[in-house]
């Protein structure tokens, strides 16, 4: 499958099973189009029709051109054939029953009072519930004893707010420090927080500690402030954003995201990811909304016409920042095209329910954070693993090539079929899709894939 498309300037085709991306000129990006169901003559004589007048578009200069495009072919870079179907039932068994990963919630509750909140207000629509440390210790055991060969392991602490349950987040990942030499690991942390309970202790500790950190602002006061209150209805910008500049200071370049949402109320999110540039934030993070169709935050499509503008916009800002010695660091526009993910994560995506699994303040194991709650998707616990074997199984069946709306999209190798559980939340089928989601995770991908091409120009020159 190929995919063309002009961004910025370029013209950019994508060839979908090789991973290749041609930065071609106008005329050989037309050629392109017509090349598999048109003859040599055929291109030709409409390549002459469309640029009559120009005299660097000569039938030799075509002839030379069409050979380009048919040794591309040849070399398996252009019009590659999908070979990956068969293989993607292959790898996921290949995986086992591995786990590398967990999403600890360490707090079913929170101080403050999101509208937007999928986790009903950080209780997850059940009790509120903070994790003792003993089943922080015993998730950790268990991660470490069903880990197999795996040198790194993942650990996010989340809710909820994790920093108000911040003693046993302290006290378990000190047990995880005593017990990885032995065990041949080495635990990778990760904090989200929305920044109420920060203090120098949380500073100290999560910038020795945690590999990255994730900071939650959805931009400008008056929009951060619009959702984002406390229980009195109060704003919390003016109290967490001296914190975060704070923490971002101490941190001596280690990873951190300020990780937004944008809803109906700012589809135009590029003036709020700006905004925080402003503040001196450089790794940036801006997630649509997810949530009922009828809920007044939802994106309408006119919403999502804009923000389809508004990711433009942003790729062609940053390339302006880099070229300033001002870059931003964007999450989504994030893509290796030299290297990147191997075959078996493009095909199998985020691997939850299978190698990334969330623990509740009960120990109970889920897929992933989106689907703690619902008994249904209820795995086991930390106790006895995984006894929802079915269960594991679908999730393990379920791939980039498991979900019939994903056959003719050009993009099912970078997004490996989409996130389960939007698809869940959309659709009732983990192999379902969230349309709205698809349609801009594509528009992100030709952005990522533009501001590539032009850094390679660049380079190049």
Not at 53 to 72: K, M, S, W
Not at 216 to 221: A, I, P
Not at 422 to 434: D, E, K, T
Request: hydrophobic share 35%; with cysteine.
């Amino acid at each position: 499958m190929v995919h063309q498309f002009v961004l910025n300037g370029c013209h950019i085709v994508v060839d979908t099973c090789s991973g290749s991306i041609h930065d071609v000129d106008e005329v050989a990006y037309d050629m392109i189009a017509l090349f598999p169901d048109h003859t040599e003559e055929d291109i030709i004589r409409a390549m002459l029709e469309k640029y009559a007048g120009r005299e660097d578009v000569t039938r030799e200069d075509l002839h030379l051109c069409y050979q380009d495009i048919q040794a591309l072919r040849d070399q398996h870079k252009l019009f590659v054939p999908d070979t990956y179907a068969s293989l993607a039932p292959v790898l996921k068994e290949r995986s086992g029953d591995v786990v590398k990963a967990l999403c600890l919630h360490v707090a079913h509750t929170c101080n403050l009072n999101c509208a937007y909140c999928f986790a009903s207000q950080g209780r997850f629509h059940g009790e509120r519930a903070l994790m003792s440390f003993a089943v922080g210790k015993q998730a950790l055991d268990y991660l470490v004893a069903h880990s197999g060969t795996r040198h790194n392991l993942e650990v996010d602490f989340f809710g909820g707010e994790p920093l108000m349950n911040w003693d046993v987040v302290k006290r378990l990942v000190a047990y995880a420090r005593s017990i990885e030499k032995d065990a041949g690991k080495n635990f990778r942390f990760t904090l989200t927080t929305n920044g109420m309970l920060i203090d120098d202790d949380v500073i100290d500790f999560a910038n020795r500690e945690m590999s990255n950190v994730v900071l939650s602002l959805d931009g400008r006061k008056e929009i951060h402030d619009r959702l984002r209150v406390d229980y009195q209805g109060r704003g919390s910008y003016d109290r967490i954003v001296p914190k975060f500049q704070e923490l971002v200071r101490r941190r001596g370049g280690k990873h951190y995201y300020m990780r937004g949402t944008f809803t109906h109320a700012n589809p135009d999110f590029t003036k709020d990811l700006f905004h925080m540039a402003d503040l001196g934030f450089t790794e940036l993070s801006m997630e649509p909304v997810v949530c009922a169709p009828d809920d007044p935050a939802a994106l309408t499509p006119e919403d999502i016409e804009i923000v389809k503008e508004q990711y433009e916009i942003l790729a062609k800002e940053m390339l302006a920042r880099e070229e300033k010695g001002q870059p931003l660091t964007f999450y989504h526009y994030m893509i290796d095209l030299e290297g990147g993910p191997c075959i078996y994560k493009r095909l199998s995506g985020c691997g939850s329910g299978t190698e990334y699994m969330a623990v509740t303040p009960w120990g109970d194991l889920y897929p992933c954070h989106q689907f703690v709650g619902d008994e249904a998707y209820r795995l086991g616990n930390v106790w006895d693993g995984v006894t929802n074997t079915a269960l594991r199984e679908e999730f393990r069946a379920c791939n980039a090539y498991a979900r019939r709306e994903c056959e003719d999209c050009w993009a099912r190798l970078y997004c490996s079929g989409g996130c389960a559980a939007n698809a869940y939340h959309a659709s009732g089928s983990i192999r379902g899709i969230y349309e709205p989601g698809c349609e801009l995770f594509r528009k992100r991908m030709e952005c990522a894939i533009m501001m590539k091409v032009v850094s390679s120009r660049k380079k190049k020159s």
